[in-house]
């Protein structure tokens, strides 16, 4: 078996947040809209989901270039609309759930058997949606971005904890997408199973609101 996520994954946090990209839109448009760019303003409380893009997965590598370390293909964000003034502007978010099914994780790190959990702290964390489709996750005031892998491995099961400051994203109109790439966490905690350090790349669509995809204006 094998394993990975990120989170560290915002991201899931993660993320994390969920929405696309698009240009900016004539005044008065919201900056997140249902029913097309331009369409029906997200209302503050509406909430946001989104699963792994279809075919994708959620990696979490030891190295930026490399292929080593754990991937899920079964994850979601979950946010709630906080703010969401006119374009150009920005959007705000709480991300209150980024989940990792951990019975579709595997792992090619030697010694490791399986994945027990992935575990997303810390929650809930602030994301902001930007006008040019910028996605930006941000933890609590004195905390971090953080998320626990849980590993069955030839001398039992294993924690490893990775933190990040924050996480960038990026959100596409074109299918409602949002894009981590190569998000850089470090170890803090852990045995020498859980390499030092986490980049997370993952593609999260559709965003919806109450199943509609939503846009970036």
């Given at each position: 078996m094998r394993t990975r996520s990120l989170l560290a994954l915002a991201g899931t946090a993660t993320a994390l947040a969920l929405t696309v990209a698009a240009p900016a839109s004539a005044d008065g448009t919201a900056v997140l809209t249902t029913g097309g760019a331009g369409g029906t303003a997200a209302a503050a409380g509406d909430v946001l989901t989104a699963p792994l893009a279809s075919g994708t997965s959620a990696n979490f590598y030891s190295s930026a270039t490399g292929t080593s370390g754990v991937k899920c293909t079964s994850s979601q964000f979950t946010a709630t609309v906080t703010g969401n003034p006119s374009a150009p502007g920005t959007a705000t978010e709480s991300v209150t759930a980024h989940t990792f099914d951990s019975s579709t994780c595997t792992s090619n790190v030697i010694g490791v058997l399986g994945v027990n959990g992935i575990t997303i702290d810390n929650l809930p964390y602030t994301a902001t949606v930007a006008s040019?489709?910028?996605?930006?996750?941000?933890?609590?005031?004195?905390?971090?971005?953080?998320?626990?892998?849980?590993?069955?491995?030839?001398?039992?099961?294993?924690?490893?904890?990775?933190?990040?400051?924050?996480?960038?994203?990026?959100?596409?109109?074109?299918?409602?997408?949002?894009?981590?790439?190569?998000?850089?966490?470090?170890?803090?905690?852990?045995?020498?199973?859980?390499?030092?350090?986490?980049?997370?790349?993952?593609?999260?669509?559709?965003?919806?609101?109450?199943?509609?995809?939503?846009?970036?204006?």
């Open positions: 040019d489709g910028t996605l930006s996750v941000l933890p609590p005031s004195g905390s971090v971005v953080q998320a626990t892998v849980k590993l069955r491995t030839l001398l039992g099961s294993v924690s490893c904890v990775y933190q990040a400051a924050g996480l960038t994203g990026k959100a596409d109109n074109a299918d409602s997408s949002i894009t981590f790439t190569n998000q850089q966490f470090t170890k803090s905690s852990g045995s020498s199973l859980c390499f030092a350090n986490g980049y997370f790349t993952a593609k999260y669509a559709p965003v919806t609101d109450g199943g509609a995809p939503v846009y970036v204006n």
